[in-house]
């Protein structure tokens, strides 16, 4: 390109573009390095050819004195970096578009479960006044075992629900925490009292181990709550009869920690890295509930960072699975 070539040489960047060139290259600081006669690195920006295309440069120069000091020029390297920049357009504008369609998913779940709660409650208070027979008897036996197959069957669905509703709020920054001081005795002993019943059926050994005065912790109750149970549940559910689960709480001034173990079937190390990804369980998480969407442990993390804590994960196939729940104490 010659012509090109006899019609730029000699000329500054800014002569070459025009007197007004604009965009997000701050032309004014470079045209201060140029004049001051310093080094500069991988300045980039845009020009256009005669035909409208549009070209991306990359250029680094160092400044050449003569003997007696005198400014010479400028020796240095320009680069083409057009296709980069297109890859880079191409990238963002990729998970702009994602993100968008992130968006929409979780305002279309949320509105599709609001929408379900309703005759869902419905199904839910009709049948359960089928089973109690406030207005006398059904007749045959079978009609109560079906309402309680619908109530069961509603209940079941209506937990499915509210999982979907609680990850959507929490990926729209729409789950607020309510915090306060909790007292931890009163929530271990809580959550016993509902999970012995459901290891004593399963005929699995449930033990707590709290460290002795331990500091209250500011959480939000109703989380706390949900991330011990689901927690819970989901270590008696993997866990064989004759197993155990052991629940450990110790505490020091910054940090709580709680730890949730069991003997049960142990996860395999290539599904560790995902256990814990909404909706996981339809990939290749054959450890899933199968009666779930694969939300459990998503919602249990999200309210554990939430609270600004952590949640490790240890485990071995045939060996267990060890959660530890680390929170903030303030």
Not at 104 to 114: I, Y
Request: with cysteine.
């Amino acid at each position: 390109n010659a012509d090109r070539m006899r019609r730029t040489q000699g000329k500054t960047r800014w002569e070459i573009l025009g007197a007004d060139v604009v965009g997000d290259v701050d032309w004014h600081a470079h045209r201060e390095v140029l004049r001051s006669h310093q080094p500069y690195r991988d300045f980039e920006y845009k020009t256009e050819s005669d035909t409208g295309e549009e070209f991306y440069w990359s250029n680094s120069g160092v400044p050449h004195f003569d003997d007696d000091g005198t400014f010479l020029g400028y020796r240095g390297v320009g680069r083409d970096i057009t296709p980069l920049k297109l890859a880079q357009e191409s990238l963002r504008q990729a998970l702009a578009d994602a993100e968008r369609a992130n968006v929409a998913k979780t305002e279309f779940l949320a509105t599709m479960s609001h929408e379900l709660r309703t005759p869902l409650n419905a199904i839910m208070g009709f049948s359960e006044t089928m089973m109690q027979q406030y207005f006398g008897e059904l007749g045959s036996p079978k009609y109560s075992e079906y309402a309680n197959d619908i109530y069961n069957s509603g209940k079941h669905l209506l937990n499915l629900v509210n999982d979907i509703l609680n990850i959507s709020a929490i990926e729209a920054g729409e789950y607020h925490l309510d915090r306060e001081m909790v007292s931890l005795e009163a929530v271990f002993d809580r959550c016993a009292r509902i999970i012995t019943n459901a290891a004593d059926k399963k005929g699995v050994a449930f033990t707590v181990d709290i460290a002795k005065d331990l500091p209250p912790l500011y959480a939000d109750q109703r989380a706390l709550m949900q991330i011990l149970l689901n927690l819970l549940y989901n270590a008696i559910k993997f866990t064989n009869q004759g197993g155990r689960v052991d629940l450990k709480m110790t505490a020091s001034s910054r940090r709580h920690s709680i730890q949730i173990s069991d003997s049960g079937v142990g996860i395999p190390e290539d599904q560790l890295s995902t256990i814990t990804d909404p909706f996981i369980k339809s990939r290749n998480n054959t450890l899933a509930n199968p009666e779930g969407v694969g939300l459990g442990l998503a919602i249990v993390k999200s309210l554990i960072e939430l609270h600004g804590g952590d949640l490790g994960i240890a485990s071995e196939v045939g060996e267990g699975t060890t959660f530890t729940v680390t929170l903030p104490s303030e």
